[in-house]
């Protein structure tokens, strides 16, 4: 039966040490599947942070300087709101994926896997060789051929995971300061050096050390599988009630005695964390779909139908019944279009320039010539296109004047100016102690926005 429970540390032996795997690749179709998934992903990995949109990166999380850029859209802290709205689709997106499919994210987009799987893994195969041979080379003693199997293999993981650093780095700080920490000497660029040591070494341990351990211990997603999934949702799975009672097959013998499984562990080998399928659906499982590649190969030598191990749901094995849309799918899939809804009026919405105008603290108002009475403003103004503007103020009441300290000037792209000015009006147009006002950001005599603010003055008697 299917059961999202724990059963077992399948990576560590009966003395509590660590079980290192040796998954043996056997490519079927959900492998080249996988792999061809697995090139794109990696090719818009690697090229992400120099693909330009409208001279701007592809994808940029730049946390030092608080830009971040998406799609070759910019987004500054005022835009913050928009990312808690990108964080929560997120979050209601695996909710749903788990939901619906499992820990399908995992086995299938999750980088850790791909550059474990489709990565390392195969140079680890190409130089030490089958899974045999692997345990052997581990277990023998050192020998010139071992050091240099071993030598080459690590040599290989610590380039490959300099390359990731830097790639990793160059989405946070941008492609040209990656070239120019690569390019000018290491006195100018000390930290961003050592940062790219500090990201090699991690992904060097992560990749020759923890490998699967990250999956099984370290990440928080496989806990939440145990309260997403229920009988509806589809996993890679045992059809047990096809499989039991499982047995090596005799040709004298009657088939119709054993289910179909032939106890042959290859469902076990090729598991890169080690697990048994047959026991249940467990925490550790990635649904990368090795297993069922695996089975299918050997339900084809012995002429029985493919996918005794495949995509079920519990109620699918157990009742015989279709996969179905259920409540919960229902109720996720709602909010996630609200929140996508959302997400997109508030892209669209947004203007090339984010004005904020506050009027001084604890200054007074003035009296000016003429029967004017003036409050002084800050104002900063943020330019988030790669395009220099030139904005104005200018008031909404024809009755209202602006007197610059320091004016606007032209903003350059992706740049912020402050202004200082006096905003002045008739006092024989005050009414009471506080004046709602409005400014009209202007550019090219087009309107962009209007900002709202207090006014403060005397009350005359008129």
């Not at 061809?36 to 940029?60: D, E, K, Q, V």
């Not at 060789?129 to 010139?144: E, F, H, I, M, V």
Request: charged share 20%.
């Amino acid at each position: 039966m299917i059961s999202a429970e724990i059963t077992g540390q399948p990576n560590t032996t009966t003395a509590g040490k660590r079980k290192w795997m040796y998954p043996l690749i056997r490519k079927g179709k959900f492998y080249q599947y996988r792999s061809w998934l697995s090139y794109a992903y990696l090719i818009i990995l690697f090229t992400g942070p120099f693909i330009r949109i409208n001279g701007h990166p592809l994808l940029l999380i730049n946390v030092i300087e608080r830009r971040f850029v998406l799609f070759g859209q910019v987004f500054w802290p005022q835009d913050f709101f928009i990312f808690v709205i990108i964080m929560l689709l997120g979050m209601v997106c695996v909710i749903l994926f788990t939901i619906a499919f499992g820990r399908v994210f995992c086995g299938w987009i999750c980088p850790q896997t791909i550059f474990m799987e489709m990565v390392f893994r195969k140079i680890e195969v190409l130089i030490e060789g089958s899974p045999k041979q692997r345990r052997l080379l581990d277990n023998s003693p050192w020998t010139a051929a071992k050091v240099k199997k071993k030598a080459s293999k690590h040599f290989l993981f610590i380039v490959l995971s300099f390359l990731i650093a830097n790639t990793f780095l160059a989405y946070i700080i941008g492609s040209d300061s990656l070239i120019k920490i690569i390019t000018e000497p290491v006195s100018l660029h000390l930290s961003g050096f050592i940062s790219i040591w500090v990201f090699t070494t991690v992904f060097y341990l992560v990749y020759s050390q923890m490998r699967e351990l990250v999956c099984t211990v370290a990440c928080p997603y496989g806990r939440l599988q145990d309260v997403l999934i229920d009988k509806q949702t589809l996993v890679v799975a045992y059809n047990y009630l096809r499989g039991e009672p499982r047995g090596k097959r005799v040709k004298a013998e009657n088939a119709s005695s054993k289910g179909d499984c032939v106890d042959c562990g290859l469902c076990v080998d090729v598991c890169p964390t080690g697990i048994d399928i047959r026991k249940g659906t467990q925490l550790e499982c990635i649904n990368c779909t090795a297993c069922i590649d695996a089975c299918n190969q050997v339900m084809e030598k012995i002429n029985r139908p493919l996918n005794l191990i495949g995509f079920y749901s519990e109620e699918t094995i157990a009742e015989n019944k279709k996969p179905v849309f259920t409540k919960r799918m229902m109720a996720y899939s709602a909010i996630m279009v609200v929140l996508l809804g959302v997400l997109i009026y508030f892209i669209a919405a947004r203007t090339a320039v984010d004005v904020n105008i506050l009027r001084s603290a604890g200054t007074l108002y003035q009296e000016q010539p003429g029967g004017y009475i003036s409050n002084i403003y800050n104002a900063e103004i943020t330019n988030k296109s790669n395009k220099a503007q030139q904005i104005t103020l200018q008031p909404e009441q024809k009755d209202v004047v602006i007197k610059y300290i320091q004016p606007v000037g032209t903003i350059d792209a992706e740049g912020t100016n402050k202004a200082v000015f006096f905003i002045m009006m008739p006092g024989k147009s005050i009414r009471t102690t506080k004046t709602t006002i409005k400014i009209n950001v202007m550019q090219q005599g087009k309107v962009l926005q209007t900002i709202e603010s207090t006014f403060t003055g005397p009350i005359y008697d008129n």
